[in-house]
């Protein structure tokens, strides 16, 4: 297999977590460095000048994929001149698309939590990722029976309960569901009165 160019240690040091990382989610922690560095186009020993162990890697890798990476974006790219229940549908499919890798991801590797994200950076994307989701809902706040943040705060919880296979006892959540049953509830709506417009 060739070899892949030179690189900047950082960029070599990226690489390698991202090719890892990617391996993680086939082979979980029996990946070898062997198979690291033939996927990174590496020598193996490359590999032991960027981290002092492969578990260490493995760490780094996982560590990854929980940073928000293009989530964000996704989200501020959805179109906030379609109408209301449109928006929540595409917001709750890239939702569960990053719930549901980052499950396979954990059970791949034995992960019973996310690894904990303290500190300035992991709270500022946080904070991003709901302001997102608040401007996301826009003016039809006004129609909603709590404020958008709350509004937004729910709809995370039913999405990663409904994406989560065991939470939803293998009654995964469809998009439509979760964000019909925000909308509009599992109510039946009240019969006509006689005499009122059908």
Not at 57 to 72: D, H, R, S
Not at 90 to 97: A, G, N, Y
Not at 99 to 124: C, I, N, Q, S, W
């Amino acid at each position: 297999m060739p070899r892949a160019k030179a690189m900047a240690p950082e960029d070599r040091r990226a690489h390698l977590v991202t090719t890892t990382l990617r391996l993680l989610r086939e082979h979980g922690r029996a990946v070898t460095t062997r198979q690291i560095a033939e996927a990174a186009g590496v020598a193996e020993g490359t590999i032991f000048r960027v981290v002092d162990t492969k578990e260490e890697l493995v760490e780094l890798a996982i560590a990854k994929a929980f940073e928000p990476g293009a989530l964000v974006e996704r989200i501020a790219e959805i179109d906030r001149s379609a109408p209301l229940r449109d928006r929540l549908l595409v917001l709750v499919s890239v939702l569960q698309q990053r719930y549901r890798a980052t499950f396979f991801l954990m059970r791949k590797v034995g992960l019973l939590r996310p690894p904990d994200h303290d500190g300035e950076a992991a709270e500022t994307w946080r904070a991003r990722l709901a302001s997102l989701m608040v401007d996301l809902v826009g003016d039809d706040a006004a129609a909603l029976s709590v404020p958008a943040d709350e509004f937004c705060h729910r709809l995370r919880l039913l999405t990663f309960a409904g994406s989560h296979a065991q939470i939803a006892d293998g009654r995964l959540l469809t998009p439509d569901e979760v964000v019909d049953t925000l909308l509009h509830g599992l109510l039946r709506p009240a019969p006509a009165s006689p005499g009122e417009d059908s």
